[in-house]
C-alpha cells in the first residue's frame, strides 16, 4: 500500500483529516432518504387504510404533473435535477396508465402491485439525487419530499374487497 501524501495547515490538521470529516457528513446527509420514507411508513402504519383508489388516482396523475413540471422548472439552473423529475414522472405516469384502477388506460398491473410499485417508485425518487449527483444542491428537497408524500399514500391507500377476493381466488384456481 502506498503512503498517503498530507499537506498540513495552520491548526495542524491534515487534508487527508478534512476529507474524511467532509465524507462522515455527506454520509449523514445521504441517510436522510430511508430515513424519511421510513418515518412516513411509521406514521401511515397506525391509521387505517382509508383512501380509496379513485383518491390515490387523482393524487398519482398529480404527482406525475409535479415530476414533469418540476423538470421544466429545474431545466436551466439544474439539469441532472430536471432528468431526475423526467425520470420518474414518467416511471409514475406509465405505471398510473397500466394499473387497474379508475384513471388506469389498460388493466396490466392490479391496484395491489400498484402500491407496492408505489413504494419502490418513492424510494427511486428519494435516492434520484444522489444517483444522478446533485445530492448537495437545493433541488435535492423536492425529491424527497415526493418520495415521503408517495409513501404515505401508498400506506393510506386501500385495496377493495372485491379484488383481494379476485386474488385469493387466482391463487387458489393456480394452486
Known amino acids: 500500500m502506498e503512503p498517503v501524501e498530507t499537506e498540513m495547515y495552520a491548526g ?6 478534512l476529507h474524511s470529516l467532509r465524507r ?14 421510513r418515518a412516513a411508513k411509521l406514521i401511515a402504519k397506525p391509521v387505517p387504510r382509508m383512501m380509496k383508489p379513485k383518491t390515490h388516482a387523482v393524487l398519482d ?5 409535479a415530476f414533469l413540471t418540476s423538470a421544466l422548472w429545474f431545466w436551466k439552473r439544474n439539469k441532472r435535477a430536471a432528468v431526475a423529475g423526467l425520470i420518474c414522472g414518467g416511471a409514475e405516469l406509465v405505471v398510473d396508465l397500466l394499473t ?15 402500491l407496492e410499485i408505489d413504494l419502490g417508485l418513492a424510494a427511486v ?5 444522489e444517483f444522478l449527483f446533485f445530492n448537495n444542491d437545493p433541488e435535492k428537497k423536492f425529491f424527497l ?3 415521503a408524500i408517495t409513501t404515505l399514500a401508498s400506506e393510506l391507500s386501500q385495496v377493495p374487497t372485491s379484488q383481494l377476493a379476485e386474488e385469493r381466488k387466482k391463487r387458489l384456481q393456480a394452486a
Open 24 to 37: 462522515r457528513s455527506q454520509s449523514r446527509k445521504e441517510t436522510l432518504m430511508p430515513i424519511l420514507n
Open 12 to 17: 495542524g490538521e491534515s487534508d487527508l483529516y
Open 100 to 114: 387497474d384502477y379508475p384513471g388506469g388506460v389498460k388493466p396490466v398491473i392490479s391496484y395491489r402491485k400498484h
Open 61 to 65: 396523475y398529480i404527482s406525475v404533473g
Open 125 to 129: 425518487a428519494a435516492t434520484m439525487p
Open 145 to 147: 419530499t415526493q418520495g
